[in-house]
């Protein structure tokens, strides 16, 4: 059983960076695949970034490339997503999960999901 936890969410200005991270309870969190999910109001939940147990593979959506970048420590159990050049199109709900038994980009996949955190992004 694996426990989420996000936080770091809040208001920023368009351009601006938040960093959001996922406290992960449980022994084999090591082991999983890990994703960041977002859902705007009135839309579905779309897939925003992903990172193999071993970080070695990172996977991103084209709209967040080259300026969200995700990352985990499996020490400490956690995992991140460091967002820069925020636009007003980023404001959303964000979810981290973890455990897919589908593609990694497949929300409906995903064993565990945390609780979200808001996300607002002003133009």
């Known amino acids: 059983q694996v426990q989420l936890v996000e936080s770091g969410g809040g208001l920023v200005q368009a351009g601006g960076s938040l960093r959001l991270s996922c406290a992960a309870s449980g022994r084999t969190f090591s082991l999983y695949t890990m994703g960041w999910f977002r859902q705007a109001p009135g839309k579905e939940r779309e897939f925003v970034a992903a990172i193999t147990w071993s970080g070695k593979n990172i996977y991103y959506a084209d709209s967040v490339k080259g300026r969200l970048t995700i990352s985990r420590d499996n020490v400490k159990n956690t995992m991140s997503l460091q967002m820069n050049s925020l636009k007003p199109e980023d404001t959303a709900v964000y979810y981290c999960?973890?455990?897919?038994?589908?593609?990694?980009?497949?929300?409906?996949?995903?064993?565990?999901w945390g609780q979200g955190t808001q996300v607002t992004v002003s133009s």
């Open positions: 999960a973890a455990d897919p038994s589908r593609a990694y980009y497949t929300a409906s996949g995903y064993k565990y």
